[in-house]
């Protein structure tokens, strides 16, 4: 048994040879890819990446201090129109721009934090809920953002550096995405971190050992926030065009499928998670093109729903995951590889 005796080793990042090999790996695999991908994989690659941002913040939220969010499509499309709007308006570089779109997003989070020391389990998940579509409705009712019309985003240069294409987006987007992973981790292995696991065990006990829940709860939603403002203005860039059905409901919903089925509370299941339903949901949009079962689809809806209802089945596959991953493992992949890993350490017995 591996028994932690000082304070380094719970925070060490990679604690063996072994781990350290495969990042190597991992490292490599990421800096090769896009030499030997073609465009398409390239950009998909890079759609992946603006989820995990985006789920790595969530899950300092739901994960680690255990309060729900349905409501980050509305921080999302904060981030993507404050950072087109700066950039376009105000003629701000893209890196400054960004930053600056960041911060507002964790004001806004850190304002609707407030409610959070009040309201618990659904009722914080409707009032988040109702800020995201309200933040929605909102948008599309003010012409200085385009209105229903939406926003074109501006060339997008940082410095002497033209990223014209995917590839030159992927360059710029995985050192940063990185770096937010890392930061997510160390943030989760400060003191920070253990306050908000502990609010999220029991928020009464937390209070009572000295845990300032004000700070702490508020903190949460605004750096959650930050992390979902970021990857919303690198989105607007991903599609280069952006209007405010993109940030619907239902895009809220993927980001917590993605979190729980990756694993809550945990980098490695937040990651695996928006991975697994990134790839699911750009399948899933062309469902119908997929030989005998869209035809099958196809016909079923026609028979008995609407043929436009099928191109939401990606939401009913979403809920089935869901009711299957808290049915049988409530720690989602991690959980998995949790039970893969115990099977190996004690093989053959």
Known sequence: MNIKENY?????????????????VLIVFLVLFPIFSSN??????????????????LNILMGSTGLASLGHSGFYAVGAYTTVVLMTRAHLPFLLALLLAGLLTALFGFLIGFPALRLS?????????????????????????????????????????HLDTDKDFYIFLIPLMVFMALMARNILKTRTGRALNAIRDSDIAAETMGVNLV??????????AFYAGVAGGLYAFVLRFIEPEIFSMYLSIMFVVMIVVGGLGTI??????????????????????????????KSLSMSYFSVTGVSNIQFIIYGTIL???????????????????????????
């Open 215 to 224: 700070l702490y709860k508020t903190l949460a939603f605004a750096i959650s």
């Open 121 to 161: 389990g659904p009722y914080l998940a409707i009032a988040t809920f109702a800020f995201g579509v309200g933040m929605t409705i909102i948008i599309g009712r003010i012409e200085f953002l385009g209105g229903r019309q939406g926003l074109h985003a501006p060339e997008l240069i940082i410095g002497s550096w």
């Open 40 to 57: 398409y994989y390239i950009y998909v690659a890079n759609y992946i990446a603006i989820n995990i941002l985006v789920v790595l913040g």
């Open 268 to 297: 490695i299941g937040s990651i695996s998670g928006a991975i697994l339903i990134s790839l699911l949901d750009l399948q899933l949009r062309n469902i119908l093109s997929v030989p005998y079962l869209g035809e099958w689809l």
């Open 8 to 24: 380094y080793e719970d925070v060490q990042f990679l604690k063996s040879w072994t781990a350290r090999a495969w990042f190597v």
């Open 323 to 349: 009711l299957l991953i808290m049915m049988f493992e409530p720690l989602g992949i991690y959980g998995f590889w949790l039970r893969i890993k115990k099977y190996w350490n004690t093989w053959p017995f």
